[in-house]
């Protein structure tokens, strides 16, 4: 006797699963289901444009979206700041920058303020931690924190007068979706992306992320449903993520037939069963598992590369091997046809980039991890012919102070950073966008981050005015608009 339905017109899991017969194999039928039309019918807000897809031509079909979890000073690294050794020590009212601390300007601002003898509150302005130089053919000032990616800069656009509102490290979650965390939850983009996007491979997730993520910024999909929520990967041809193979040892010709019998089962009993979204990506989860059994172990397989290309992505050093082994296997997957891989680096409540003291040390360790794995990544794309359809994004959610922060470190800073991007129709060799001569605020080409989405999405062909969803209209903040400076 089937079980009796909810009032609310949903069904408890436990319930379908019981009349469905998924505890046969723990195996997802998402793909079946969708090729009669049942699963798709079930999920929350599918997108069908009216006009056709993609609304116009890609330049990309791929993001990798690499994300420094804790806040990068940008002056340490992609907009390197003179004038902060040449008056370091000095308040800023004691410097001609003295404007960057108005009030009205600075009360939104995390800075360190410091009393003097007689009570007046002064900020300390810290000097640059390392050298920099000019790179490539551009001339392009850098960190020599970054002679890797420096290396590159002739496929760079650096976005250097980017702004965000959120000073503490909810701007993760601010960076990714485009709206504050205290504003609710909203689709980050690579949620819209997915949800947008066909697939390039049946056999891989579309969406994946690579990293340790924060509970504010654990999920992707939210209103669009959780079947457009990132696919967690762990580096490891053994255990690559949760439940991707058989608790059971079942061989593959059993998994089949249970597999088969499930379907059946499902192809049965599925229309019968209301909208349940959770279920819905579930049921697809679970099937794309099956399918990824032996895809996600093949895309893992370090040993079919060679030793120079392990090299240049650091895993012959302890100090780039982890990173490195992530850049690596996200070529892989590019190269596999997986849509958008989202990378975050450094765990942690706030990230390891979030040095409110020794700067030094942390940052100088944490370029060391990652700047060679990044320029492996880019390089190998690049001479694979990968890189003109793979669009390379660098970001943290805020950049760091101009003042110093007790001794030796900088506090958070939403008024001005950097990012940069790569491939994927950029232009190469660009700087767009300027701080003042301090790195307090972008002053010219102002770019909040949801300008950085609506550029990618341009990129992949996709306007995301025509994907939104009836009943959830943006803010036309939350679209942004290309920064068509930087694009080829």
């Not at 650091?314 to 690596?328: E, I, V």
């Not at 060391?368 to 994004?393: E, F, Y």
């Not at 970001?395 to 800073?413: I, V």
């Not at 939403?414 to 990012?419: A, D, H, N, P, T």
């Amino acid at each position: 006797m089937p079980h009796p339905r909810p009032a609310s017109g949903s069904i408890h899991r436990r319930n379908f699963l019981a009349d469905a017969g998924m505890g046969f194999t723990g195996l997802a039928l998402g793909a079946l289901l969708a090729q009669d039309g049942i699963t798709r019918a079930n999920e929350i807000a599918p997108w069908q444009p009216p006009d056709g897809f993609p609304h116009f031509a890609p330049r990309a079909k791929s993001v990798v979206w690499l994300f420094m979890n804790g806040g990068v000073s940008h002056m340490e690294s992609f907009d390197p700041k003179p004038e902060l050794t040449k008056y370091a020590g000095k308040s800023i009212s004691e410097t001609p920058y003295a404007d960057a601390q108005n009030p009205e300007k600075l009360k939104l601002a995390r800075v360190t303020v410091i009393n003097d003898a007689n009570g007046q509150q002064r900020n300390k302005l810290y000097p640059l931690q390392v050298g920099y130089r000019k790179y490539g053919e551009a001339g392009i000032e850098l960190s020599d924190w970054v002679p890797h990616m420096g290396s590159c800069v002739d496929d760079l656009a650096i976005v250097r007068s980017m702004w965000t509102t959120d000073d503490n490290h909810g701007a993760q979650t601010q960076f990714h979706s485009g709206r504050h965390m205290l504003d609710g939850e909203f689709p980050t983009l690579g949620a819209w992306v997915h949800y947008g996007l066909g697939s390039l491979n049946d056999n891989l997730p579309q969406f994946l992320s690579m990293g340790s993520r924060e509970y504010w910024n654990a999920k992707d999909g939210h209103y669009l449903g959780p079947a457009h929520d990132a696919v967690p990967i762990r580096v490891d041809p053994k255990n690559p993520l949760d439940y991707g193979k058989s608790a059971r040892g079942l061989s593959s010709e059993e998994q089949r037939i249970g597999f088969d019998l499930v379907g059946n089962l499902n192809r049965l009993k599925g229309v019968e069963y209301p909208d349940d979204p959770a279920l819905a990506a579930r049921i697809k989860a679970y099937e794309l598992a099956f399918r990824m059994q032996t895809s996600v172990p093949d895309a893992l397989g370090f040993e079919q590369e060679t030793q120079e290309t392990q090299a240049l992505y650091g895993l012959d050093d302890p100090a780039t091997k982890d990173f490195g082994m992530q850049m690596l296997a996200t070529r892989r997957f590019i190269e596999r046809g997986v849509r958008f891989i989202q990378v975050q680096h450094g765990a942690g409540g706030a990230g390891v980039w979030d040095a409110h003291g020794g700067l030094k040390a942390n940052h100088e360790k944490n370029f060391r991890a990652v700047d060679k794995p990044i320029a492996g990544l880019l390089k190998d794309l690049k001479q694979r012919g990968l890189l003109d359809s793979t669009l390379v994004l660098f970001a943290s959610e805020f950049g760091r102070t101009p003042g110093t922060q007790g001794s030796d470190g900088r506090d958070h800073h939403i008024f001005g950073f950097s990012v940069w991007m790569a491939g994927g129709g950029i232009k190469g060799g660009t700087v767009h966008g300027v701080t003042d001569e301090i790195g307090f605020h972008a002053v010219e080409n102002r770019h909040y981050v949801t300008d950085i989405h609506a550029t990618i999405l341009k990129q992949l062909g996709l306007d995301s005015r025509r994907l939104e969803i009836p009943g959830r209209k943006r803010l036309d903040i939350d679209h942004g608009k290309p920064i068509h400076e930087i694009l080829a």
